[in-house]
């Protein structure tokens, strides 16, 4: 099978790559970096320079491939427009890439759980179907999803909640920092119920996506079936890194009031960033779950990791590779 990644050097992208050179799949990967993209190339992946607004390389990344693996994402901008262009019409030019060569690639497309937007306590979503995203990216990646529900591809759209795992350096690494300091910050009191997959389990339930005609047409969560609070978090990040944390409780005036100023400076200076006020919008949610089972039944995935041995694992990671 010839497969093209896009965010192929990311932390997600890069796990999709190693899975598909270790079942001896062809790879092209669609880069931005030739220095972040040396190790790709070392391994065999074909390089084609550029990004989700060159429709020329688009085109040349795309031409002959079976599957599309379309992981790129911009996560952090510095206004609603500059995610919608990047995340929305960076997906519909990957479809007219694809649909450029002639042949009838499938075309799986890694959203996000903000697409849909929070669930009810105790109700995980499934899914599409009454989405409510609460953020600016929230609603960029339903607006990917649109689009690639109207074109005619063969596609499978995931929804991945918060992920972990080996080279994740921007969620979780923080929340380890904290907690080895004894004391990590909660959103809340700490009850927020949360979904989450390890990395290693998302990469294999994204190429089952590009395999399994079961999935055809459809949008599925992609977690463990664990449901878990955010205090529990904390408690399985302490425990893996063998300390006590005590929470250090947010209220949320505090939070909105710091992302609004955060969000203000960035927008005065254009930058780019995560932190803006309505990310508040996610934190005091009373949960972020999803349901899994319509994947688990129609593919046979099993996802390996709980949060108590896949966050174990990703200290170990983060010891060896000396970011602790």
Same mark, same amino acid.
């Given at each position: 099978m010839?497969?093209?990644?896009t965010?192929?050097?990311?932390?997600?992208?890069?796990?999709?790559?190693?899975?598909l050179?270790e079942?001896?799949?062809?790879?092209?990967?669609?880069?931005?970096?030739?220095?972040k993209?040396?190790?790709l190339?070392e391994?065999?992946v074909?390089?084609?320079?550029?990004d989700?607004?060159?429709?020329?390389?688009?085109?040349?990344?795309?031409?002959?491939?079976?599957?599309?693996?379309?992981?790129?994402?911009?996560?952090?901008?510095?206004?609603?427009?500059?995610?919608?262009?990047?995340?929305?019409?960076g997906t519909?030019?990957?479809?007219?890439?694809?649909r450029?060569g002639?042949g009838?690639?499938r075309?799986?497309?890694?959203s996000?759980?903000a /697409?849909? &937007?929070p669930?009810? +306590?105790?109700? @995980?979503?499934q899914?599409?179907?009454?989405?409510?995203?609460? *953020?600016?990216? %929230?609603?960029?990646?339903l607006?990917?999803?649109?689009?690639v529900?109207?074109?005619?591809?063969?596609?499978?759209?995931?929804?991945p909640?918060?992920?972990?795992?080996?080279?994740?350096?921007?969620?979780?690494?923080a929340i380890?920092?904290?907690?080895?300091?004894?004391?990590?910050?909660?959103?809340?009191d700490?009850?927020?119920?949360l979904?989450?997959v390890?990395?290693?389990?998302?990469?294999?339930?994204?190429l089952?996506?590009?395999?399994?005609p079961?999935?055809?047409?459809?949008?599925?969560?992609?977690?463990?079936?664990?449901?878990?609070?955010?205090?529990?978090?904390?408690?399985?990040?302490g425990? /893996?890194? &063998?300390?006590?944390? +005590?929470?250090? @409780?947010?209220?949320?005036?505090l939070?909105?009031?710091a992302? *609004?100023?955060? %969000?203000a400076?960035a927008?005065?200076?254009?930058?780019?960033?995560?932190?803006?006020?309505?990310k508040?919008?996610?934190?005091?949610?009373?949960a972020?779950?999803g349901?899994?089972a319509?994947?688990?039944?129609?593919?046979?995935w099993t996802p390996?990791?709980?949060?108590?041995?896949?966050?174990?694992?990703?200290?170990?990671?983060?010891?060896?590779?000396g970011?602790?």
């Open positions: 010839r497969a093209l990644v965010g192929a050097t990311g932390f997600v992208g890069s796990h999709v790559v190693d899975r050179l079942r001896g799949h062809e790879v092209v990967a669609l880069i931005r970096s030739p220095a993209a040396q190790g190339q391994r065999g074909q390089l084609v320079r550029g989700l607004g060159d429709i020329p390389a688009l085109t040349t990344a795309a031409d002959g491939v079976d599957v599309v693996y379309h992981v790129a994402a911009l996560t952090g901008a510095v206004d609603e427009a500059e995610f919608l262009q990047a995340n929305r019409e519909a030019n990957v479809v007219r890439a694809a450029a002639g009838d690639p075309l799986v497309l890694i996000s759980m /697409a849909g &937007g669930a009810e +306590r105790g109700r @995980p979503r899914g599409a179907g009454e989405d409510r995203p609460v *953020t600016m990216y %929230g609603r960029s990646k607006a990917s999803e649109v689009v529900r109207e074109q005619p591809l063969p596609w499978t759209i995931l929804r909640p918060t992920i972990y795992g080996p080279r994740d350096r921007d969620n979780f690494i380890f920092k904290a907690a080895r300091s004894g004391f990590s910050p909660v959103f809340g700490g009850s927020q119920q979904s989450m390890h990395v290693d389990d998302l990469a294999e339930a994204i089952l996506a590009g395999e399994s079961a999935v055809l047409g459809g949008t599925y969560y992609t977690n463990h079936p664990e449901v878990l609070t955010s205090a529990e978090l904390v408690e399985h990040v425990r /893996a890194l &063998g300390r006590s944390v +005590r929470l250090v @409780p947010l209220p949320e005036w939070t909105r009031s992302l *609004t100023v955060t %969000g400076w927008a005065a200076f254009r930058q780019r960033t995560i932190l803006r006020a309505d508040a919008n996610e934190f005091y949610q009373a972020w779950t349901d899994p319509p994947f688990i039944a129609a593919t046979g390996r990791f709980d949060a108590r041995t896949g966050l174990a694992h990703t200290a170990e990671w983060y010891r060896t590779a970011w602790l």
